[in-house]
């Protein structure tokens, strides 16, 4: 396959200033200078020059083959997906090859499908997939003339394997290393060819080492991890309530105590400077702060249900609408249930934290970020400068699963306001405890569905109508569809002949966030239970009743046979086990689960296993992909088991994993992945594991109880803790 | 105050706070950043260090409590129980973010010291103190059972060539 690069400039010779760096190619698509400062590019120091450049591949004198990674690592494996590609098409040794993180440059390292450098929606591969096979071609291609003109042969006579260039009829060969110095002379090719499937050396490979190292041994760097000298860290004293606010405060105490350099009101609350964690820390304990919570005061969980609960018995914003579903309802034999579902905090291990520091011509910052263009337009607001200014060295995150990207800045922007609050150009490490992370918001919203169905006379689904009421992620008004808010119960693969998907968006001082699989997180939970309670009734089997429905969706068909196959769908089982199943595509990607459930001698249950198949297009890792399936499953399986917080008087009423419960090593059941071989363009990972998991097992809860749980998390009184 | 104390072999004086958290005077007073912060209350696990030899929450444990005992964080975490559940979390590429993996193998570390051939049961026990959110648990399981082999492969090994 031929691609056309549109490329024509030529590459220019760089000066890496790290010291063993030596001369470079820097390979860009067009063309593009790296950073004075090394290969990686890594502190953004060229982001004055706008071009429409992309720069992903360097190649040192030492032969390692560097290539800059455009996306966060937090853990779903970015690091090793995307330099699997790039180094599959040039031809790399696994060996050689290094990943480091892109600068903030939103020309030259934007997400493809969604137009800003963000990581979200389980898009890294999938928008990133021609580009840097593209990237690795033309690098392979310019070695390639390279050695030919060294070499006075024919280009057609050479070969690239395992990071060298071959000769094979002289014997001759040169390894990358050798030859980046003339290659970076040849022209980037106007037009590259791209690898048929079957020659791919690293893609589809069962295991790669991960290209995100240094995590058993402790030298990984987070953010927590960043020391500079005369560093200072910064604590907040927040507001407890949403939408509380600073009254007056006393900062007398605080300001004696050893090492505290400051006490400062900034919009959210009032920040501690102090030379190390603990100092701060101890001084944010010894503040006198009054605090105006009357914002909040009425803002309960179970009020929200309640007024949430009567909203969907209104019409609301149309999602989606073929046929008349009100009016099959009113004619046939309906079933009509309502689902709650509450706030919840996304609690990655490592807590929201930034590092950011003044300079001269704008703010430098280092941490796990997860929008650069967002977090630039925010910081660039609070010191009045352009968001190029705003330099990102974006570091590892010690998980995120959606927190970390968000559309205001917050931690970031707070750390921004410290340090102008401050003024001095010494660095500051905003670190947020435990609390801070878990109470402050940026929740999946609370949300409660109604959803009403009956069946036609052939056993197939005659009406479906479904409301759903909650907050807009995108703060959308009253009269705008947010497919965030409804995706997962609109575009439904079960055939139904009327189908009518409503939303109404509600507004709450709780911010709103991106949860892990997002609106998937409660659209797939009451699609794929109430699919099963009409199976069900219509005195189907719960795997044929869906398969039968899925006449126009092969590829759900074909993740649900397999799990099914594979889980051993409907064998005899041990006493006490119990069997559930579901499907839910989402991020382009299929992922059918069955959950197996046995009961304990205390009559409280435990997930024992779950048979997970995956079809996400080409497996370009095919171990990260079970990675993220076994993690997809825990994570789903502590908000559908345990994890909530619930709101009482603005006041949210979990604060640490003492009583947000989640997920820990007792509760983890087996999981067994089975990917569909495909030659579909990939699709996403990060995500799709993850709605799945609940239904799955609540259908098997109905299994073994003949209850269906209607509220998450089921998990607190029937499961064992 | 000052408190001294041995920490990965090394003694060290530090002039902090006796209250200050032992997870803190690694952290800011001697750059030992492997050990990390996550929930402050030994609800988590992600800072598990060695005193004396046992796994220990160093965010709830003052340091004046660790005064002239010794100390190993993961930077210093020595012996075959470690190695081989390094080389273990490697080749079953166990890890995802990997905030949590310190933690979870000086836990993990200890398990082994004192049980070569650990149970499911036993695994769940050590290390449900260890929170993971990327749910690698499956895969710290397999971690240990099969640093476990290795080890016992290479004693049983041992013994036999002792043997001859």
């Not at chain 1, 820097?26 to 060229?46: C, E, F, H, Q, R």
């Amino acid at each position: 396959m031929n691609r056309s690069t549109g490329l024509s400039r030529r590459l220019f010779l760089v000066r890496g200033a790290q010291a063993g760096a030596g001369l470079t190619l820097g390979l860009s698509l067009p063309m593009k200078i790296l950073a004075a400062d090394g290969v990686t590019g890594a502190t953004g120091k060229n982001s004055d020059t706008r071009l429409d450049a992309n720069a992903f591949v360097a190649i040192t004198p030492d032969n390692r083959v560097i290539i800059t990674i455009k996306h966060l690592e937090m853990g779903q494996g970015t690091y090793t997906g995307l330099a699997t590609i790039v180094a599959d098409e040039m031809d790399a040794a696994w060996e050689q090859v290094e990943a480091v993180s892109a600068p903030a440059d939103k020309d030259k390292y934007k997400n493809l499908a969604l137009g800003v450098q963000i990581t979200g929606g389980s898009n890294a591969i999938r928008n990133s997939w021609t580009q840097m096979r593209e990237a690795g071609a033309a690098a392979r291609h310019m070695l390639l003339a390279a050695a030919a003109e060294q070499w006075q042969v024919p280009v057609g006579e050479l070969s690239a394997r395992s990071g060298e260039v071959i000769h094979a009829a002289s014997g001759r060969r040169a390894s990358y290393g050798e030859l980046g110095t003339a290659a970076a002379t040849q022209s980037v090719p106007d037009e590259v060819a791209l690898k048929e499937p079957g020659d791919f050396t690293l893609i589809g490979k069962q295991q790669l080492p991960r290209k995100d190292t240094g995590k058993v041994d402790g030298s990984a760097r987070f953010t927590q991890d960043v020391q500079w000298r005369g560093m200072l860290t910064a604590v907040v004293a927040h507001p407890p309530t949403f939408g509380g606010k600073v009254e007056r405060f006393d900062a007398g105490e605080a300001r004696k105590m050893p090492g505290v350099k400051a006490v400062l009101e900034i919009p959210t609350g009032v920040a501690v400077l102090a030379e190390t964690f603990w100092q701060a820390q101890k001084a944010k304990n010894a503040l006198a702060v009054e605090w105006d919570n009357s914002a909040g005061s009425g803002l309960s969980s179970g009020k929200l249900y309640a007024e949430y609960r009567e909203l969907t018995g209104k019409p609301g914003l149309e999602a989606q609408s073929e046929g008349d579903a009100e009016a099959a309802l009113a004619e046939g034999d309906s079933l009509e249930a309502f689902y709650e579902f509450p706030y919840i905090a996304h609690a990655a291990m490592e807590p929201m934290n930034c590092v950011v520091k003044k300079t001269d011509g704008g703010v430098q910052m280092w941490y796990g970020c997860q929008s650069q263009t967002w977090d630039q337009q925010a910081v660039a607001e609070v010191f009045g400068i352009r968001p190029e200014q705003v330099e990102i060295q974006t570091l590892y995150a010690g998980g995120s699963f959606g927190r970390r990207a968000t559309l205001d800045g917050n931690y970031a922007r707070e750390a921004a306001e410290i340090a102008k609050a401050y003024g001095k150009a010494v660095p500051i490490k905003l670190v947020w405890s435990r609390e801070d992370d878990m109470t402050g918001g940026y929740y999946r919203p609370l949300y409660v569905h109604r959803v009403r169905a009956t069946l036609d006379d052939q056993g197939g689904i005659d009406a479906w109508h479904q409301r759903i009421a909650g907050q807009s992620i995108f703060r959308a008004g009253p009269d705008k569809v947010d497919r965030t808010t409804v995706e997962g119960a609109t575009g439904m693969p079960y055939t139904a002949a009327n189908l009518q998907v409503e939303v109404h968006n509600t507004q709450e001082l709780v911010t709103p966030h991106f949860w892990r699989s997002v609106a998937h997180t409660h659209t797939a939970y009451v699609a794929e239970t109430f699919i099963d309670e009409l199976a069900h009734k219509a005195g189907r089997d719960p795997v044929e009743f869906r398969l039968d429905l899925l006449g126009d969706h092969p590829r759900h068909a074909g993740v649900l046979k397999l799990a099914a196959d594979k889980g051993g769908w409907g064998k005899s089982l041990p006493d006490g086990h119990f069997q559930g199943i579901a499907v839910h595509k989402s991020f382009e990607t299929y992922v059918a689960e069955l959950a197996e459930i046995a009961r304990g001698e205390d009559g409280k249950f435990r997930v024992v296993r779950v048979t997970c198949a995956v079809d996400c297009g080409v497996a370009v890792n095919p171990d990260v992909i079970r990675q993220q399936m076994q993690g997809g499953i825990g994570f789903g399986l502590s908000a559908a088991l345990f994890s909530e917080v619930t709101i009482e008087n603005g006041r949210p009423q979990q604060d640490n994993f003492d009583s947000f419960q989640v997920l820990r090593m007792r509760h983890m059941p087996a999981v067994d992945v089975h990917i569909v071989p495909s030659a579909e363009a990939p699709t996403g990972v990060g995500e799709p594991g993850t709605p799945v998991v609940a239904p799955a097992v609540a259908n098997a809860l109905f299994a073994a109880t003949g209850k269906r749980f209607r509220r998450l998390p089921f998990g607190k009184e029937v499961f064992s803790i | 105050m000052s408190v001294t104390l041995t920490v990965n072999g090394r003694r060290q004086t530090l002039d902090v706070a006796d209250d200050t958290p032992l997870l803190w005077a690694l952290r800011d007073h001697l750059q030992l950043t492997g050990t990390k912060y996550g929930c402050g209350i030994a609800q988590c696990g992600a800072c598990t260090v060695h005193l004396n030899g046992n796994p220990v929450r160093s965010c709830s444990l003052p340091v004046s409590a660790a005064d002239g005992q010794q100390v190993t964080t993961i930077e210093g975490a020595e012996g075959p129980e470690i190695r081989a559940l390094q080389e273990a979390w490697h080749e079953l590429a166990v890890y995802q973010c990997g905030y949590c993996q310190s933690g979870q193998l000086m836990t993990a570390a200890n398990l082994l010291a004192n049980n070569a051939n650990p149970s499911d049961a036993d695994i769940d026990q050590s290390m449900s103190g260890n929170i993971c959110r990327c749910a690698t648990y499956n895969r710290i399981r397999d971690g240990i059972k099969h640093a476990a082999g290795e080890l016992s492969g290479s004693a049983g090994k041992a013994d036999r060539e002792g043997a001859q």
